[in-house]
């Protein structure tokens, strides 16, 4: 069965037949490809109608722009994001478990989450550089992150052993987890410009420097 995509806000309705759903998901998809592999300015509509297997008009009864497609899939992937996050507080909730392993899996869901999507990530951090309303966007979507994980924490800041007040303890922990990853989007393997190993060993790192903060 097709996963239900849900189209911008600002434009367009839902598809209800599964025709139009199907196509929905070609543009969508083929965008995405496109979209990591030559970035935003370098893909064009035709080109994403050609690699989608429709036509122009099937793609403006969708989409009233690339950019309203952007935007769309930006949401699309932050949606996927919370999901996981969302997963995660039912299991560690479900399972009473430790902050340190709340800490250790909530860095290994963010890593491992941008790793399958790295330059699709990569190009919304980019934007939100230098495009003030995307990064109010992007911020949102960090901040939907951080009001899931941060009751988590604070449900077992007991186990804080430092002398920092474990309020702002978590806050720095969660400062720092969103900094080493968007650092190792941009950077991913690129050690001559970081100084950091990336992949396993930068979860490891991270995640450790998380614990030791928080004293545990």
Same mark, same amino acid.
């Given at each position: 069965?097709?996963?239900?995509?849900?189209?911008?806000?600002?434009?367009?309705?839902?598809?209800?037949?599964?025709?139009?759903?199907?196509?929905?998901? /070609?543009?969508?998809?083929?965008?995405?490809?496109?979209?990591?592999?030559?970035?935003?300015?370098?893909?064009?509509?035709?080109?994403?109608?050609?690699?989608?297997?429709?036509?122009?008009?099937?793609?403006?009864?969708?989409?009233?722009?690339?950019?309203? +497609?952007?935007?769309?899939?930006?949401?699309?992937?932050?949606? +996927?994001?919370?999901?996981?996050?969302?997963?995660?507080?039912?299991?560690?909730?479900?399972?009473?478990?430790? +902050?340190?392993?709340?800490?250790?899996?909530?860095? /290994?869901?963010?890593?491992?989450?941008?790793?399958?999507?790295?330059?699709?990530?990569?190009?919304?951090?980019?934007?939100?550089?230098?495009?003030? =309303?995307?990064?109010?966007?992007?911020?949102?979507?960090?901040?939907?992150?951080?009001?899931?994980?941060?009751?988590?924490?604070?449900?077992?800041?007991?186990?804080?052993?430092?002398?920092?007040?474990?309020?702002?303890?978590?806050?720095?922990?969660?400062?720092?987890?969103?900094?080493?990853?968007?650092?190792?989007?941009?950077?991913?393997?690129?050690?001559?410009?970081?100084?950091? =190993?990336?992949? =396993?060993?930068?979860?490891?790192?991270?995640?450790?420097?998380?614990?030791?903060?928080?004293?545990?």
């Amino acid at each position: 069965m097709l996963q239900t995509i849900y189209l911008d806000q600002d434009y367009g309705r839902t598809p209800q037949q599964n025709r139009s759903r199907q196509t929905l998901t /070609r543009i969508v998809q083929a965008a995405e490809a496109l979209f990591a592999e030559r970035g935003y300015d370098g893909t064009t509509v035709n080109q994403i109608v050609n690699k989608a297997r429709c036509s122009v008009g099937g793609f403006y009864a969708r989409f009233k722009d690339k950019e309203s +497609l952007f935007l769309h899939i930006h949401d699309r992937q932050c949606d +996927l994001l919370i999901k996981r996050v969302n997963f995660l507080g039912d299991l560690v909730r479900a399972e009473n478990a430790s +902050l340190e392993t709340v800490v250790r899996q909530s860095v /290994r869901t963010l890593f491992l989450f941008a790793g399958q999507r790295r330059e699709l990530t990569r190009m919304f951090i980019q934007r939100s550089g230098v495009d003030g =309303e995307f990064h109010a966007r992007y911020a949102r979507t960090w901040g939907r992150v951080r009001d899931r994980l941060r009751p988590i924490m604070l449900a077992r800041k007991n186990e804080i052993q430092t002398g920092t007040d474990p309020i702002r303890a978590i806050d720095f922990t969660l400062q720092l987890m969103h900094s080493l990853w968007a650092n190792d989007v941009l950077h991913h393997k690129m050690k001559d410009i970081t100084g950091q =190993e990336t992949g =396993e060993a930068l979860i490891n790192d991270l995640t450790n420097t998380c614990l030791a903060w928080l004293g545990l």
